[in-house]
């Protein structure tokens, strides 16, 4: 007999030999009948394996993430299949399960390609090995003489030196090879698949990229087609939908559109900010320093270049090398002024900083400190530089340049479960105000590594909990996850589109304190090491703007709006009237453009729409003998015509960080 337990902890005794499928039968059909994988002693394993004795099973079905990930890299076996019918000189590579979906890398003969315009043709052919319901096979092969090899071999007609490769890695590791067939099809895999090849039916391509043979630019250039797959049909159209609405809401597309920024050769991955980014920039920099002043934080302002040996006392220069930027001199010759020397080292070296800490640290270092000081809140819109690959810079997500809202805390142990309680309300705050409130804390704890006591780490590690839980935000814990030097949180916020985003994050530092030889004068007189705490709410400014971009697709709320009203006269007869008007409301501390070309009025009020400008005022003949204004409102309509004192009752809540729209919105 096989005896197994389940997750609820309750053991199950089934027939030696018994399979996954068998146990799941054994509990309901109806559990039989969703059973797609199954999680035997943590490893995800296909359904029909037999059980070992005194396993733990756990059965997988469509509602557990690692079935999505079984069913997607069964859906590359279908997609090679398919594939191999369409292009039969291609030859395969590896298939694995990716985020989203999927890719097969294929070696294709010169002359051969595949592009988006064959995927109709591939993906029939796949919709009918899908309806053929081949079981998928799992066949271990003890030598090259195997039927299974055999067929294997003849698939990639014998020559392909990919799969020969890895069958010599396999084996040099002195593992058993094995294959998966399902119909006419065998691959070389380590598994696990679904059932069979009806549940791939919403399996779709969804692009073509470029690849190198075990990603080396050395080796053999490679084709990389990629698809994903979903258990049912509306997940799959849902999918797409997604991507859609994603590439509309895409903030390198909106920031050109709407004149926020740009990139340029000259400076590949530093942006360039035109006059609206800059104004959304430092709206959101004045938003967080209101919010600093009201909690008693100090604002500094450190260099940019400080000396290489800093970066040696901070860990920095052992840890991060590669992502910094050092300072070398150009000199001319003494004697000849037409000789350059290159790289030349100043006395002292110096790097551009990637972090702002050991700045603080110096500030801090600077003089004298008491307890009575403490909670002592350092902070510096920080603009820090990070050497970044072009491959992995991406928009304003990733560039080689940016601003963070960095702030250290110098305070004592008892104080630290108090700072966390502060800082996760002041940053819920923050991103409640963007309409990012969904919010989801991760705690990371002691990791193998570590320095700092024993006791130190409990401390420090039943503070964040406790904070954490009164709280009332869910959270969940990484143990061992956290740094070397200290416990962190990561604050993650999810877009209107779902998708999830690191931003905030508080640490705890036990090592650069002292380090940096840091005291402060305590209650008994004597001199005592700090505790120290990194945080950074939007993390990076840059990366942060992107994100509100995307959650609003570029339509801001009008506290955020670089241009928050048009002011647009129905003809030149009224351009005096309507300066009049612009220039009040600027008085009155708005953003204002007046739009006074020659366009139509229509033209215009499109433009001002295109623009996502939350207010338009139009004004004409009938406007000018009142001495008032027309209103349309981007999110609530027309208006029709107001006193500007009305409008500007109007506006007064929805001028306010995070306030909403209330004019023209009817009372519910
Ligand atoms: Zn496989
Ligand atoms: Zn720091």
């Not at 890398?105 to 595949?114: A, Q, T």
């Not at 909670?375 to 560039?399: D, Q, T, Y």
């Not at 139509?600 to 939350?614: A, C, D, N, Y």
Request: with cysteine; aromatic share 10%; proline share 5%.
């Amino acid at each position: 007999m096989t005896q197994v337990s389940l997750p609820d902890g309750s053991q199950k005794v089934l027939p030696v030999g018994a399979s996954a499928a068998d146990l799941a039968a054994s509990i309901g059909p109806g559990l039989a009948k969703s059973a797609i994988a199954a999680k035997v002693n943590g490893n995800i394993a296909d359904l029909n394996q037999p059980l070992p004795d005194g396993a733990t099973v756990a059965i997988l079905t469509k509602k557990d993430p690692e079935a999505l990930e079984v069913l997607r890299h069964s859906a590359a076996h279908l997609m090679a299949d398919a594939i191999l019918r369409v292009f039969p000189k291609a030859q395969l590579t590896i298939g694995p399960a990716v985020e989203d979906g999927f890719y097969y890398d294929l070696f294709l003969p010169e002359g051969d390609k595949i592009t988006p315009d064959d995927f109709p043709k591939v993906e029939a052919e796949m919709a009918r090995i899908a309806k053929e319901a081949h079981p998928f096979v799992r066949c271990e092969v003890k030598d090259e003489a195997d039927e299974v090899y055999a067929r294997y071999r003849a698939i990639d007609g014998g020559h392909n030196k990919f799969k020969a490769e890895l069958v010599e890695g396999i084996k040099g590791r002195g593992e058993s090879l094995s294959f998966y067939k399902h119909g006419e099809f065998v691959d070389l895999c380590r598994g696990p698949h679904v059932p069979n090849t009806s549940l791939l039916a919403n399996t779709k391509l969804t692009k073509v990229s470029g690849s190198y043979w075990r990603g080396d630019a050395t080796k053999e250039q490679l084709v990389r087609v990629y698809g994903t797959a979903f258990f049912s049909k509306p997940e799959l159209e849902e999918h797409f939908k997604q991507i859609e609405e994603a590439k509309r809401r895409d903030h390198r597309v909106l920031g050109e559109q709407l004149n926020l920024f740009t990139f340029h050769d000259e400076a590949p991955g530093f942006p360039f900010f035109f006059p609206n980014g800059a104004t959304l920039f430092n709206l959101l920099l004045d938003y967080m320093r209101g919010l600093l002043r009201r909690r008693n934080y100090k604002e500094v302002k450190t260099p940019l270049i400080l000396s290489e040996e800093l970066w040696h006392t901070s860990g920095h220069y052992d840890n991060y090398l590669e992502n910094m930027f050092f300072t070398k001199l150009k000199l001319r010759d003494e004697k000849q002024a037409s000789i350059i020397h290159d790289n030349v080292e100043e006395e002292r070296p110096m790097a551009v900083k990637p972090m702002n800490c050991p700045g603080h640290l110096l500030v801090f270092r600077s003089r004298l400190h008491s307890h009575n000081e403490f909670p002592l809140r350092i902070a510096e819109m920080g603009l820090v530089h990070r050497r970044e690959l072009s491959g992995v810079r991406h928009g304003l997500f990733r560039v080689q340049a940016f601003t963070q809202d960095d702030a250290h805390h110098f305070c004592t142990a008892d104080q630290i479960e108090s700072e966390i309680k502060m800082l996760i309300e002041f940053f819920k705050e923050v991103y409640g105000t963007f309409d990012l409130s969904d919010v989801r804390i991760e705690l990371s704890t002691r990791p193998a590594k570590s320095i700092g006591s024993e006791e130190m780490w409990e401390r420090a590690e039943s503070s964040l909990k406790a904070a954490l839980d009164s709280s009332g935000i869910g959270y969940q814990v990484n143990p061992g996850d956290g740094a070397f030097y200290g416990p962190k949180i990561d604050f993650h916020i999810r877009d209107v589109l779902k998708r999830s985003w690191q931003c905030g994050t508080i640490q705890l530092d036990f090592s650069m304190p002292a380090r940096f030889g840091l005291e402060y004068v305590g209650a008994d007189g004597a001199r005592h090491t700090p505790v120290m705490l990194h945080r950074a709410c939007y993390g990076s400014i840059e990366r942060f703007l992107g994100i509100v971009i995307e959650n609003y697709a570029g339509a801001f709320p009008l506290w955020l709006s670089p241009v928050q009203i048009t002011v647009i006269p129905v003809s030149d007869k009224f351009n005096d009237y309507a300066k009049s008007v612009a220039t009040q409301l600027m008085d009155a501390g708005l953003r204002v453009e007046t739009n006074l070309g020659s366009d139509r009025v229509g033209f215009k009020i499109r433009e001002s729409s295109l623009q996502k400008v939350p207010y338009a005022i139009v004004v004409g003949d009938k406007e000018q003998s009142a001495g008032n204004i027309n209103v349309r409102s981007r999110a609530t309509g027309e208006l029709g015509a107001m006193e500007l004192q009305t409008f500007f009752d109007g506006i007064a809540e929805e001028r306010k960080p995070g306030g909403k729209p209330s004019l023209g919105v009817k009372a519910s």
